[in-house]
C-alpha cells in the first residue's frame, strides 16, 4: 500500500480513547463516546448521540428547542470512520481496530475477556481472562503438581439422582502455569457430563489431554470398566457449548448408577490424570 497521503487518516488513530477526549466527542447526556452516526446537534452544535437524541426536547447545554431535529453529516462520517475500542475497554483494554475483523479477532484473544467462573454451581462471577488463574486458584486450596493419577472420591450425603441438576467439581492441578479442573455435570435430561476445564486459550487445549478412569466395584483395580481422553476444555467456552458440541463424556442416569455408582459406600470414584502430548514431527 502506497497511498502517500498528506493529510491525518482518523483510521490511524492509536489512542482512540485520547483522540475522543481531547475533541471532546462524547454525548453530554450519557456521556459515552460518539462512535456512529447520526450525530445530531442543537442550533448552537451542542452534540447527542442518537440513542438520547428521542427523549430531549431541548439542548442539555444552552436549553434551545431541539426541533427541528438536525445533524451533523460530516462529523458522523469522522466518527464512523474512526478504529472502534475493544469490547472490554471498560476492563481496561485500550486497543482499538479499523478493521472489524481485526476487531473480532482481537476479542476473542483479549486479555480483558471476560469468562463465567468454572465453578458456576456456587460462584456466578464474571472474570477478565488475565485474572482467572488467580480466581481458581483462590476457589482451590488444595492444588496437585500432576505426577501421577489421581484419585478422586466423591461421596453424596443424599441420593444426587433424584436432584435436578448436580454439579460439582474435585479436583485442581497444576501444570504450566495453568489449572486444570474436572467439572461433572447432570444437566436437566438426566445426563451427566465429564471433562476438564483449563484455565488457557484454545489454541492451546491442543497440546493437553485429561483421563477419566472408572474402576467398578469387584473388578480388579487396574482393569478400569470406563477410561477416557480428550482435549482439556478452555475456559472461554461455556458449559452449554461443552455438551452441545460433544466435546465431554456424556453418560445416562442410568450407566452411572448402575455401573460408577458405589452403593455401599454411597460414592463415586474415578481417576484422573492431566498429560501434555508432545508434539511429533515427521
Ligand atoms: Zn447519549
Ligand atoms: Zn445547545
Ligand atoms: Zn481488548
Ligand atoms: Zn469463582
Redesign the pocket.
Known amino acids: 500500500m502506497s497511498l502517500n497521503k498528506s493529510y491525518l487518516d482518523v483510521k490511524d488513530v492509536k489512542d482512540v480513547k485520547g483522540f475522543q477526549e481531547t475533541y471532546r466527542l462524547e454525548c453530554p447526556v450519557c456521556l459515552d463516546p460518539l462512535t456512529k452516526s447520526p450525530i445530531f446537534q ?1 442550533y ?1 452544535g ?1 452534540l447527542y448521540c442518537s440513542d438520547c437524541e428521542p427523549k430531549l426536547f431541548y ?1 442539555a ?2 436549553r ?1 428547542d431541539l426541533r427541528p431535529k438536525s445533524k451533523n453529516l460530516a462529523l458522523a462520517r469522522l466518527v464512523e470512520a474512526l478504529p472502534k475500542s475493544c469490547k472490554f475497554a471498560k476492563h481496561g483494554c485500550n486497543v482499538a481496530e479499523a478493521v472489524a475483523k481485526k476487531k473480532i479477532d482481537h476479542e476473542k484473544q483479549c486479555p480483558y475477556r471476560t469468562v463465567t467462573c468454572p465453578y458456576q454451581f456456587f460462584c456466578k462471577q464474571e472474570v477478565t481472562f488475565k485474572d482467572v488463574n488467580i480466581h481458581v486458584q483462590g476457589h482451590n486450596p488444595e492444588i496437585s503438581s500432576n505426577e501421577s493419577k489421581k484419585r478422586v472420591v466423591k461421596k453424596l450425603e443424599e441420593n444426587y439422582f433424584n436432584w435436578k441438576k448436580v454439579n460439582w467439581h474435585s479436583s485442581c492441578i497444576q501444570l504450566d502455569d495453568m489449572f486444570f479442573s474436572d467439572i461433572v455435570y447432570r444437566d436437566e435430561s438426566k445426563t451427566w457430563h465429564f471433562w476438564f476445564y483449563m484455565t488457557g486459550s484454545e489454541e492451546k487445549t491442543k497440546d493437553y489431554f485429561y483421563t477419566i478412569e472408572f474402576r467398578a466395584v469387584g473388578m480388579p483395580s487396574n482393569a478400569p470398566i470406563l477410561a477416557y481422553r480428550n482435549h482439556v476444555v478452555s475456559i472461554d467456552v461455556p458449559y452449554e457449548e461443552v455438551i452441545n458440541s460433544g466435546n465431554c463424556l456424556s453418560l445416562a442416569d442410568s450407566v452411572v448408577k448402575k455401573q460408577l455408582w458405589n452403593e455401599e459406600k454411597k460414592n463415586f470414584e474415578f481417576w484422573v490424570q492431566i498429560e501434555k502430548m508432545e508434539e511429533v514431527d515427521k
Open positions: 442543537c448552537n451542542h439542548c447545554e444552552c434551545v
